[in-house]
């Protein structure tokens, strides 16, 4: 078959076109596959998605290019369109635009990235929602500023962006990136300054229409990194709503925006002296408690809310000088369970973890003097369990 004209080389802003169809055949499940002689449609190729839009008013639910032939599958009767027909197409073009802004913001972060780094491209991954970038060396937190400051510059300084294609012989006089060996003609984005890259997809026609280009996460990845960022409308709105929650926080606890991270600290810091508060309190009233056990009982058995491990351990060897069977504390561990510690003078330790392993499905171990561990269960359960020595 022959390749399918791509309108969107040379026409990256058109929305709508006319084209002929040149083939139809049935993919199953109600959809047909549509090859045309021309289209503005971009197909899911080299990391980036396929555009969305409209033949003839179908929705086309995917397009791909195999061997310069690009398919249009779309939902309908197979008597719905015929080949040799006529048909009008038309693109998402928010979808494709958003595409266009975030790859554009992918070359000038790739040509940064390789000409002050050496860094190579090694990934890209252009969905609906999410852009990554992979390459092939580590960058420290203060570069990475560097980086995302570089590419907004380049934005600043809206310079011209050209795509076109090379001959061979032209392009052994070019350095560009590239991540194939190419042998046929080759299409060049060019960025002057920043970027030459071999690419297939459509871009904004200056680096000014791009907006803004927003690292939200850096990772080490494969001896790299991976980036993922937003440009464009998408960073526009990820900032919208960062704002809107940070508004809402701010809101919540009473405090300039510009103020948060301070009253954050401060929060968290009253809090972990509430938990030692209330942790003191507990062992206290655990205390009360030991004193309040009859002497004569053989098993003791309590339950308290969150306490030290080492407060719990001391009680537990308390109980354990005046009393022969099981004695335990549990203590809450915030969570629908309790931290166990378990002594059992006149028997082993051992053989009650097994107990409640089996009845309880606990966690935990230690020696026969001692054992520790986890329990999902309310009191009333534990206390059935451990029951059997409560004659
Ligand atoms: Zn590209």
């Given at each position: 078959m022959i390749q399918t004209i791509k309108l969107y080389d040379d026409k990256p802003y058109d929305r709508e076109f006319t084209a002929k169809i040149i083939n139809i055949a049935e993919a199953g499940e109600g959809f047909l596959d549509i090859v045309l002689d021309r289209t503005l449609f971009f197909p899911e190729e080299g990391g980036q998605t396929c555009d969305n839009g409209y033949i003839c008013d179908l929705k086309v639910a995917h397009v791909s290019i195999d061997d310069g032939v690009i398919t249009h599958r779309i939902q309908c009767a197979a008597t719905a369109l015929s080949e040799g027909e006529e048909v009008q197409g038309r693109i998402d073009w928010e979808h494709r635009f958003s595409n266009m802004q975030n790859h554009s913001a992918e070359h000038i972060l790739s040509g940064l990235l390789h000409n002050i780094w050496g860094s190579e491209n090694v990934g890209f991954h252009l969905s609906d929602n999410i852009v990554t970038l992979d390459t092939s060396k580590e960058l420290e937190a203060d570069e990475i500023k560097r980086l995302e400051k570089s590419a907004n510059k380049v934005i600043y300084d809206n310079i011209p962006v050209d795509c076109r294609y090379y001959e061979p012989s032209e392009l052994s006089a070019i350095e560009y990136r590239s991540k194939k060996e190419l042998k046929e003609d080759v299409r060049l984005v060019t960025i002057p300054g920043v970027d030459v890259c071999a690419c297939c997809a459509p871009h904004v026609s200056r680096t000014g229409e791009i907006g803004i280009i927003k690292i939200i996460k850096a990772i080490r990845y494969k001896g790299g990194m991976r980036f993922t960022f937003l440009a464009g409308c998408r960073a526009y709105d990820h900032i919208t709503a960062l704002q809107d929650m940070t508004d809402n926080v701010s809101h919540l606890l009473s405090v300039s925006s510009d103020k948060l991270d301070e009253a954050v600290s401060r929060l968290m810091k009253e809090n972990e002296e509430y938990k030692i508060k209330l942790k003191n309190a507990a062992a206290a009233k655990l205390g009360q408690e030991i004193k309040a056990l009859s002497k004569d009982s053989r098993n003791a058995v309590l339950f308290t809310d969150p306490i030290d491990n080492i407060v719990q351990r001391n009680a537990v060897n308390d109980l354990a000088r005046s009393h022969s069977g099981v004695c335990a504390v549990f203590s809450s561990?915030?969570?629908?369970g309790y931290n166990y510690i378990i002594s059992y003078p006149e028997g082993d330790a051992r053989d009650i973890a097994k107990l409640m392993k089996e009845k309880l499905t606990s966690k935990g171990g230690g020696s026969k003097d001692m054992i520790q561990g986890n329990v999902k269960a309310s009191e009333e359960e534990i206390r059935r369990v451990l029951d059997f020595q409560n004659e």
């Open positions: 561990d915030g969570a629908g």
